[in-house]
């Protein structure tokens, strides 16, 4: 598939609106991303507040956490494609709607079901926002105007991940966790009202009119399964179960990969049946032959693998090592956003002078460099103002990436197309970001265990405070809780060092980006 060179007839709005309007509609987009992405990372700060209140059970708690990723990553590829052919702003609104209803339900819930239920019912208004969003960028702003869109647009993904838990730990800190969903009300009705002013309605307007029924189901199914593997390794067990499944012979998990690559497999043949056939299809793989969108997928997933696995073991390292509260925690973080909106925000501008591409590989290496030097200097005695100047410089360099990546590896799809490609790469951001925790949880867990039999020669201390993450290390004797903080540093070094071995392999195949200049 050879990327096209002038406008896309068999897009409806190739010819993107003139004038302030379509910048306006970009505030209107950069506000509905900032408030899916918060609304992912908020709940890690709220949920001791909520348990409290509800009285969840540790399985309850984490699919609390769990649920919203799952369905959100499930679903953007179908949500992606239902767009491209019913209208990108329709899927907007729609999933808005969605999504303010299912926060409201989150906040009035009463009961563990209900509270998972409405979270889940968020998920499902994200995958109909997200890739709206970025396909309605793709196709309104074209040449020099689209580097700048997709910068400010990438920008709020990286810093909103980190404002996310910000935002929930002084909600949590001053007023209610229910505040936290309740807020998106009139932020929901802004976006609406934005959206129908300033964005015009896109859609693929060639090709079979019809619906992938089939496609749609097996991806969301075999994308459920993956992501659900992923996330609840560490809880459930990665082949014997854990004992949150007591009675339980294997873990659930091992089936649930298993059936995720027969799933995705099927999926790929009947998608390659269909497009031969000419059939409409949930997901043209002939997008997978453009080199710039299938590595800077590769890239995406791996970016986010780094910066979920950060954002999850440094909030426990701070919090077992010095007691810090939420609110606390997120301020140490906060250098993550600022590095990011900065950066973010020039990237355009530098990708003018030297490339998109080479934007994205400057990233690259601000990332590794920042989370190598974390692993390396972390001990017992690191606080989140001797983390901050690395956090700022991973945020920095996510800035740059996370503007254009997106810009390179969307740069020559079809416009028509930027439904599919859009929820293909948000997908791939999701599954980075599970296999992040999944990954960089386990090596954590795993450290922390080691390190601290090897200090203290206590087996079942050891195993105790692997089984709860350093959580309860204010609870130990004084000997104990030296001994536990001392593992606790030397595990959220080897965490940030394994993080920083992925950084690198991203770092290798960002190299190969060769995206046309925009």
């Known amino acids: 598939m050879s990327a096209p060179t002038t406008a896309d007839p068999r897009d409806e709005a190739a010819a993107p609106p003139g004038g302030k309007g379509r ?75 969605v999504f303010v209803v299912a926060s409201l339900a989150v906040a009035a819930s009463g009961s563990a079901g209900e509270l998972i239920a409405a979270r889940a019912l968020q998920g499902v208004g994200a995958a109909m926002i997200m890739p709206a969003t970025l396909s309605t960028v793709n196709s309104l702003f074209h040449g020099r105007d689209r580097a700048i869109a997709f910068g400010i647009w990438g920008s709020m993904i990286g810093g909103m991940t980190a404002v996310g838990p910000l935002l929930g730990g002084w909600l949590a800190t001053s007023h209610g966790w229910q505040w936290a969903f309740t807020i998106n009300l009139p932020l929901g009705a802004l976006l609406i009202a934005g959206v129908l002013k300033y964005i015009p309605e896109t859609r693929d307007a060639s090709g079979p009119r019809g619906l992938d029924w089939k496609g749609g189901v097996l991806s969301a199914l075999g994308l459920g399964a993956l992501v659900f593997g992923l996330i609840e390794g560490q809880t459930y067990g990665w082949w014997q179960a854990s004992d949150e499944l007591p009675g339980w012979p294997i873990s659930p998990v091992p089936l649930a990969l298993a059936a995720s690559v027969l799933l995705l497999i099927t999926f790929v043949l009947v998608e390659r049946a269909r497009a031969r056939a000419g059939k409409p299809v949930m997901l043209d793989l002939r997008l997978f032959r453009i080199a710039t969108f299938r590595r800077g997928n590769a890239a995406a997933s791996l970016i986010s693998v780094g910066e979920l696995g950060l954002l999850f073991i440094l909030p426990l390292f701070l919090q077992g090592a010095h007691g810090d509260s939420p609110l606390q925690i ?139 993450v350093g959580t309860n290390i204010a609870a130990l004797d004084p000997e104990l809780s030296r001994a536990a903080i001392e593992s606790l540093a030397t595990a959220t070094g080897h965490a940030a060092l394994v993080t920083a071995g992925i950084l690198a392999v991203g770092l290798i195949m960002t190299l190969r980006l060769r995206g046309k200049e925009l």
Not at 82 to 88: C, E, I, Q
């Open 23 to 97: 910048w306006l509609g970009l505030a209107v987009i950069s506000l509905a991303v900032s408030l899916i992405v918060v609304d992912a990372t908020i709940v890690s700060v709220l949920l001791p507040s909520v348990v409290d209140e509800i009285g969840l059970r540790a399985t309850q708690a984490e699919w609390l956490t769990s649920i919203y990723s799952l369905v959100f990553a499930a679903l953007m590829i179908t949500f992606g494609r239902l767009a491209d052919v019913y209208g990108r702003r329709l899927m907007f609104v729609v999933g808005t709607v």
């Open 330 to 468: 997120c301020v140490a973080i906060l250098p993550l956003a600022i590095g990011s909106f900065l950066s973010g925000g020039t990237a355009a501008r530098l990708g003018r002078r030297i490339g998109a591409a080479r934007v994205v590989q400057y990233g690259m290496a601000l990332e590794f460099a920042a989370v190598l030097a974390i692993g390396l200097t972390t001990h017992a005695g690191t606080t989140g103002f001797g983390l901050a100047p690395w956090m700022l410089l991973y945020g920095l360099g996510l800035g740059m990436t996370s503007a254009q990546l997106t810009n390179v590896s969307l740069a020559d799809v079809p416009r028509g197309q930027s439904g599919q490609a859009s929820g293909t790469q948000s997908t791939s951001r999701q599954i980075g970001s599970a296999l992040g925790i999944a990954c960089i949880g386990t090596v954590f867990a795993t450290s922390l265990g080691h390190a601290m039999q090897a200090r203290t020669g206590d087996a079942e201390a050891a195993a105790e405070l692997q089984g709860n």
